[in-house]
């Protein structure tokens, strides 16, 4: 990723893999050996927004390049460990300190502050590593037979605290023997795996499926989190998960066919059949219940033909955010198709866009002034499609149409080779801005068109009124009916009361405008006082119901996933609806 | 409809409108004044399968005209009946045996028999027709309160024995007073209505929305089950139906977006963003639940731009069975886009629609053998499309050159066209042929592509073990990994004995088989008995824990609806999933 030295002042950009052990090692982002520094231009921008100078990035701070070397004491007894380790077979357990921190943590901007000041907390008594579904099995059996609280680690990229073991007990890190294909059906366009391997892993083995596995058609799974490198299966379908691309492939929820399940109270196997009409859909029941009924152990995805020839890409920019957006909603509800990625811009991301994609004075940029888009005020639309040829055509000819009668300006496809480009880099650039105390951080939330412009003007509001604050916010993941609201806040900012004083206005103000409190990042710890607020108090107890049933004994991911044990003075109620 | 007479004998088939308060006039298939006879091909089809003469169709049996003058006595105590009547007013309130009656049966053939041979049982006591949300979440609330069983009819088309009232208490009939428009969203493209509005009314209201409601397009709801003129939009939900349009639009559990309903515990409102990440989806938990949870009140639709004249039809001739699977199978994974209706007869319906159009003996007949499409192998693929006319135009594009790669021989739109002829009316025709003890019968499943072969042979063996039996079958409701497997069944039966035990037989063949066994009619109380067969008894547990939730005094839909209060010995296993 991009190295190349700035023309002025360069600041000391930590560009070394993370000591072997160390803090830094556990929560940096993704592969140990990739960085991203912000180009120059960016770098000039945050120092201007900032009111930053080139002295504020002489000194980094927090690195976390310190060895874990504390001890935190194994609580569980001896017996458990025992029988625990029989289950699994001696190499496929671990009790240090390191990799016991390891799996607690994910990616929240909480969990980054913690480890950077080294506040070691909530981790589990012992890591296992199991190798098969009936491992699993037994071990889900053996804790809640013996109240043991259980975990569970599939690619570490939680950003809600979700596998973060506040009750200490067991942690199963299913990445790292829990990850083969069980299945490639060529007949029904499915594969089934084990739900600890990792999006690259299968996405490979997908798209060489011909060759692999003997298929008519090489395949894709269709789903590219932002996370994409970093997360596992199973915490796509347990967290309700989206990829970029769900315009054309539809949430997680749409790309799974049909589950299994260890719970406390035995297996769950879920309806291999498209559709059904045989009661309530126990695959709606399961997905989204964030470990806290049982274990995801197999999941059947439906498959797509790999067609990457077929991305036709295209990029708009519009005057006016009020036209970009009924522009995108036009096209949704053209029922032409969908594009696969659909990612509009609001004003404040596009003035930020221009300038790192650095067209920000370029005679490009020229011509778009005297033509009317004004800075501040623009707002850029860009994306794909995916399908079969015609399909794509189609869908492109018809948004070309709908963005120009809203006054949208073709740029072509360059724009969207730029964002592709970062598409799975830029988190690596939160590591480096944090070095020097600035955060950048991410909410999200679900839309309706109607109730779009209210959400983002107050979310925007709340986030302005911290002095020196970037807001970003764009459209993604869209449908006839809603999307997705995607913001991105930078600060510089390294208390972490301050952040989490932050963090919980915005959940506060998404929730008080009507959105709902997350579109695809899931519940965990860290959402879980807003849910009864937005589900409602009769809701929560339908799935206290479930829990209850699933897991009598409350092991299962305990300490407050999904306001399921929360205490009642945790609950956040905003919009009424109890 | 039909009443061309017949060049040879002509039966005296019952094409008056059935008497008033007759059991005619409550088993009787749709619109009092309608009827289908056969056509006289048919008719000489039929004679010459059922080996049955003219002198078979002299005489009519049990039809079932007589007035219903039995007096069923009320078992509801006096001060209930006043307390409800309170709630609904003098006006909306009914206690005679007819009103009774016409609320606790539907249209399986196990109805239409008893009430042909005057068999009146598990009737409510009263039957109460609401005007509003907040009146039946008073009744809802009072019968739990006094443990009164509580039963709904929407539009009486169940063939699952839904609205039976086996504990009796009380049925609200929703259709008479709760069935208005609440609100059309024209930015979110979605309504929003009062459960018990029948299909045609608010389509009729969709199709001229913009003069009714201002809108900028004219809509459609896309949901057209066969039953769409007799069917609620609460029913539909509730059931899990489909559509006959469903391969493009989705089935109900696509097309709805959010849902109040009314429990004993209090109301369910689920979210309606298009997609969240809030834990498993209440949305999905409630619909399905047939009203064990509650009543469904409010239901908020996604709709489409109404495009009528963007439907291309098209038909197909393959030579085989195996052929005609694989095409359709490639169409629906092609990722072009999927036709509206998409419909492949097996076999034999496609030699009983040869007949029924009346190409049999025609030169196309002819010229069809003699380029290899043979009597008995031979299957016809139909279908048209909806969308935007040039995704509909790459949807034919597609489908036609793949039909044609599997040697399927284009028939034109006109096979289509037939087909639409009968599409909502075929109905009724069974009412006439019973009228001569020839029963016509339906069953459906839920299959994958893999396992769709050994479904539909197993079946169709179980159903011709029986002499002189018709089984034609179709697949309709397609998805990527699998599609709706369509049986009817058509054989000279007039004893409810017989019936009970050849159509039990049929369900435990499909479950065996590996089916799911309902695609959209749902469980009921018909079906209940083999449902935890099916979804096995870990999920049937988590079922039963959420009935238990919303209904602790089980007064919802009492009576074994799905399976929920089912005695032990009556459940069936049949694949071993327990």
Same mark, same amino acid.
């Given at each position: ?11 000391? @950009? ?28 960016? #770098? ?16 980094? =701070? ?28 001696? /190499? ?19 969990? *980054? ?7 070691? /907390? ?6 296992? #590593? ?7 099995? +037994? ?7 013996? /109240? ?61 499926? +011909?060759?692999?596995?003997?298929? =008519? ?18 915490? @796509?379908?347990?967290? =309700? ?37 045989? &009661?309530?859909? %126990? ?12 274990? *995801? ?23 006016? @955010? ?48 005297? =033509? ?16 079969? !040829? ?15 009668? #809203? &006054?949208?300006?073709?740029?072509? &496809? ?8 970062? !598409?799975?880099?830029?988190?690596? %650039? ?12 991410? *909410? ?7 109730? %779009? ?6 979310? !925007?509001? #709340? ?40 963090? !919980? ?19 965990? +710890?860290?959402?879980?006082? @807003? ?45 009424? +609806?109890?």
């Amino acid at each position: 990723m991009s190295t190349k030295p700035y023309k002025g002042f360069s600041p000391d @950009w930590f560009t070394e893999r993370a000591p072997e052990k160390s803090y830094r090692s556990i929560y940096k982002w993704g592969d140990p050996n990739a960085y991203k520094i912000p180009r120059e231009r960016l #770098y000039t921008l945050v120092k201007e927004i900032f009111e930053m100078t080139d002295e504020d990035f002489k000194e980094r =701070r927090e690195l976390g390049l310190e060895e874990v070397d504390i001890e935190v004491p194994v609580a569980l007894a001896q017996k458990h460990i025992d029988a625990l380790k029989a289950i699994v077979g001696e /190499e496929n357990y671990a009790l240090d300190t390191y990799s016991r921190l390891q799996v607690a943590y994910g990616q929240t901007m909480y969990d *980054l502050m913690r480890l950077r000041k080294k506040i070691v /907390e909530n981790l589990p008594d012992i890591v296992l #590593y199991p190798t098969d579904k009936e491992q699993i099995e +037994k071990i889900v059996e053996y804790c809640s037979n013996n /109240e043991i609280p259980l975990y569970v680690y599939g690619g570490g990229s939680s950003v809600t605290r979700g596998a973060e073991c506040f009750k200490n007990g067991v942690s199963l890190n299913l990445q790292k023997n829990f990850n083969k294909v069980i299945e490639v059906n060529d007949v029904n366009h499915t594969v089934t795996v084990q739900s600890g391997i990792m999006g690259p892993a299968l996405e490979k083995l997908l798209n060489n499926a +011909k060759e692999e596995y003997g298929t =008519r058609y090489n395949y894709t799974c269709g789903h590219f989190p932002q996370s994409f490198e970093y997360s596992s299966v199973g915490g @796509w379908v347990v967290t =309700r998960g989206a990829g970029q691309n769900s315009t054309y492939y539809g949430k997680i929820e749409d790309i799974v066919l049909c589950q299994e399940y260890a719970t406390p109270i035995g297996n769950i196997s879920t309806d291999r059949t498209p559709r059904s009409a045989c &009661g309530p859909s %126990m695959d709606h029941i399961m997905m989204g219940s964030e470990g806290t009924f049982g274990v *995801l152990t197999h999941v059947t995805l439906r498959l797509f033909k790999y067609n990457p020839k077929n991305h036709l890409k295209f990029s708009f920019m519009f005057k006016n @955010w009020d036209d970009a957006r009924t522009a995108v909603r036009e096209c949704m509800q053209g029922e032409f198709g969908f594009p696969s990625i659909f990612r509009l811009s609001d004003q404040e991301e596009t003035q930020m866009m221009m300038r790192m994609y650095g067209i920000s004075g370029t005679p490009l940029d020229a011509m778009l002034k005297v =033509r009317g888009y004004k800075d501040y005020e623009k707002c850029l639309l860009l994306g794909f499609t995916d399908g079969e !040829r015609g399909y794509c055509k189609n869908v492109l000819k018809n948004v070309k149409k709908i963005c120009k009668k #809203y &006054g949208g300006m073709s740029l072509t &496809g360059i724009v969207t080779t730029s964002w592709e480009h970062g !598409r799975f880099s830029d988190p690596y %650039m939160r590591d480096n801005m944090q070095d020097f105390g600035v955060v950048i951080d991410t *909410l999200e939330c679900a839309v309706n068109w109607d109730n %779009m412009e209210k959400v983002h003007q107050e979310v !925007r509001e #709340y986030c302005h009124s911290r002095p020196k604050t970037i807001v970003i916010s764009h459209i993604s993941h869209m449908y006839p009916q809603g999307a997705n609201l995607y913001f991105i806040f930078i600060t510089p900012m390294d208390d972490i009361e301050e952040f989490k004083v932050y963090h !919980r206005g915005i959940l506060d103000v998404i929730q008080h405008s009507g959105a709902a409190i997350s579109h695809h990042h899931g519940i965990g +710890k860290l959402f879980a006082p @807003w849910i009864e607020g937005y589900i409602g108090t009769n809701a929560m107890g339908a799935l206290k119901a479930l829990k209850n049933y699933f897991d009598p004994k409350g092991v299962m991911n305990p300490g407050g996933t999904m306001g399921l044990d929360l205490p009642e003075e945790e609950k956040v109620f905003t919009n009424g +609806k109890k």
